[in-house]
């Protein structure tokens, strides 16, 4: 029998501080609800849950840029549809113009109407915004939307010219441009509009009108209103079809971070059931630790008997 060194209390000891220590990475393990809290837990785990991450948060963020490209496209389609709706009043005036059942004092009333909703399509045209960009005068055109969590992954969007003065004056128009009069076919009227642009200033622009003043020019002003009609239907039909590829990507991305969390979540995240039961035992090892340690360190009282 010994008294300069008590193994027995040095092993109790050792065993009981590796229980603690084990006990304390299991409440850390529950109370915040992962197995995985540094590095040191799992190194190669935290890497691919850290990539994981990344992956989930760009997909995300590629949801909600989505969700603006489609506020974006509605807020064009919505201008468009209001030029319709314009366009098809100013055909039913050409219409009734060619009626040679109209005197020429009426046919100059119409042409009023016809005047102030041309000014309406250019204002439109020239006015329709989203965050401060113009939409649909021609400017918003080859722009990038990102819609995936990685490089590259964008969807190119390209508004044409819905104003009526995208029109030259020798009647050419762009593509996708909107035309309401060919003043080299026809009779034109010239219309100035002032508006304020997005820096407070003061502007002007000008289109023309398709006159109705006469039969054979409500004639022609019908064929014109035709191809306007037709060519803003064109436009909303791609803006359609942008809208309806976003609703799409939106699902799909969806889908994707989704599938990423269930997997970085099976990776990062602490089975509660089990990490519970570990807790329990390591409780009951440390008591048991407690006890085997105090029966130990009472073995060297034995010599006081000896030496009495």
């Known amino acids: 029998m010994i ?4 193994i027995s209390a040095l092993n109790a000891w050792r065993s009981l501080s590796q229980t603690n220590s084990a006990m304390a990475k299991s409440l850390e393990k529950l109370s915040s609800g992962l ?28 949801i909600r840029n989505a969700q603006d490209g489609i506020s974006l496209i509605q807020t064009a389609e919505g201008a468009l549809n209001e ?15 060619a009626n040679d059942t109209l005197t020429q004092a009426d046919r100059d009333q119409i042409q009023k109407e016809i005047n102030q909703l041309t000014e309406e399509v250019q204002r439109i045209g020239v006015t329709t915004e989203f965050n401060t960009q113009r ?12 819609i995936g969590a990685n490089q590259s992954q964008t969807l190119t969007v390209s508004i044409g010219d819905m104003r009526a003065a995208s029109v030259a004056a020798d009647g050419t128009v762009g593509s ?27 502007k002007t622009t000008t289109a023309y009108a398709a006159t109705v003043t006469s039969q054979a020019d409500a004639q022609n002003a019908i064929k014109t209103f035709d191809d306007a009609i037709n060519t803003v239907s064109t436009e909303r039909a791609k803006l359609g079809a942008y809208q309806n590829r976003l609703e799409h990507t939106i699902a799909n991305l969806g889908v994707a971070a989704e599938n990423l969390t269930a997997a970085e979540s099976r990776i990062r995240d602490v089975d509660m059931a089990q990490e519970m039961m570990n807790f329990t035992r390591y409780q009951i090892l440390t008591q048991a630790g407690t006890v085997m340690l105090a029966q130990a ?12």
């Open 83 to 97: 030029t319709h709706s314009i366009l098809q009043r100013m055909r039913e005036l050409a219409v009734q113009a």
């Open 3 to 6: 008294i300069n060194h008590n």
């Open 176 to 202: 996708g441009a909107l035309n309401l009069a060919t003043s080299s076919g026809s009779s034109t009227t010239q219309i100035t509009l002032v508006y304020i642009d997005t820096n407070g200033q003061l």
């Open 35 to 62: 197995r995985i809290n540094r590095a040191a837990d799992d190194a190669a785990s935290l890497a691919i849950s850290e990539k994981m991450r990344g992956q989930i948060r760009g997909l995300n963020q590629a």
């Open 135 to 146: 939409l649909i005068d021609g400017t918003y055109a080859n722009k990038q939307l990102q």
């Open 297 to 308: 360190n009472m073995t060297p009282q034995a010599v006081l008997r000896l030496l009495g």
